[in-house]
């Protein structure tokens, strides 16, 4: 199955900053990535996706990077809010829709 | 539309009981999936449904878990005998249709399981 691994684990930043959190996976046939944000007690909900033939996407404040070559995807969040704070997951998909989640990176925000 | 309806919400049994948790996934989504989420952990896919017929269940326990979805519709997973192990939330998803590569899946609010 794929191998997939995300850093930081977490990440404090101070409001306005920007946020980084990078996702390397292993199978190189993967060719969806998305990014899913969930909060304490709810449940995740996609926030961006980008697939195999795109090397960037932008949603407002939040945007993804996608290196296929070296395997590894990114999300970009700018100009952070407080909502920002919950735990981000990346989710690459390959062979019929398979999702493997990695182990999630904490956002923090502060005010 | 509606969402992704799971029930019950909450759960508490003690070790050895089962369990059943109930999934209805948004109205004409042919794909439905099942994952366990541990606390502090990425969700972890357990069974992938495509209609009525499993896609990968590669990682459902199958000495204790089992799932269905009979019509093609709504489903049910089973824990039998739970172990303490077995706590987490456990989370229904539904996508459009497998062979639209790839599908967004939505989420249900999940069902968060305490086995003491």
């Known amino acids: 199955g794929e191998n997939v691994e995300q850093h930081p684990s977490t990440l404090s930043v101070q409001e306005g900053d920007s946020a980084v959190i990078k996702c390397t996976y292993s199978?190189?046939?993967?060719?969806?990535f998305p990014w899913y944000k969930q909060e304490l007690g709810k449940r995740p909900q996609l926030i961006i996706d980008?697939?195999?033939?795109?090397g960037e996407k932008k949603d407002q404040r939040i945007a993804v990077t996608l290196n296929k070559t070296a395997k590894h995807f990114s999300l970009h969040i700018t100009e952070t809010q407080p909502e920002d704070s919950a735990v981000y997951f990346c989710a690459p998909v390959y062979n019929f829709n398979k999702f493997y989640f990695g182990s999630g990176t904490k956002l923090n925000v502060k005010p | 539309e509606a969402g992704v309806a799971q029930s019950p919400r909450y759960k508490i049994i003690e070790k050895r009981q089962s369990v059943a948790f109930w999934c209805n996934p948004i109205s004409g989504h042919a794909t439905l999936y099942w994952y366990q989420q541990i606390l502090g952990q990425g969700p972890k896919l357990l069974i992938q449904?495509?209609?009525?017929?499993?896609?990968?269940d590669s990682q459902l326990p199958k000495d204790r878990f089992s799932a269905e979805r009979l019509k093609g519709v709504d489903s049910t997973l089973k824990i039998q005998p739970a172990k303490l192990e077995d706590s987490a939330v456990y989370l229904c998803?539904?996508?459009?249709?497998?062979?639209?590569?790839?599908?967004?899946?939505?989420f249900g609010p999940g069902t968060r399981l305490t086995v003491l």
């Open positions: 980008i697939r195999s033939n795109v």
């Open positions: 998803a539904s996508s459009l249709d497998l062979d639209r590569v790839p599908d967004t899946q939505y």
């Open positions: 199978d190189s046939a993967s060719n969806y």
């Open positions: 449904f495509q209609n009525n017929g499993v896609v990968d």
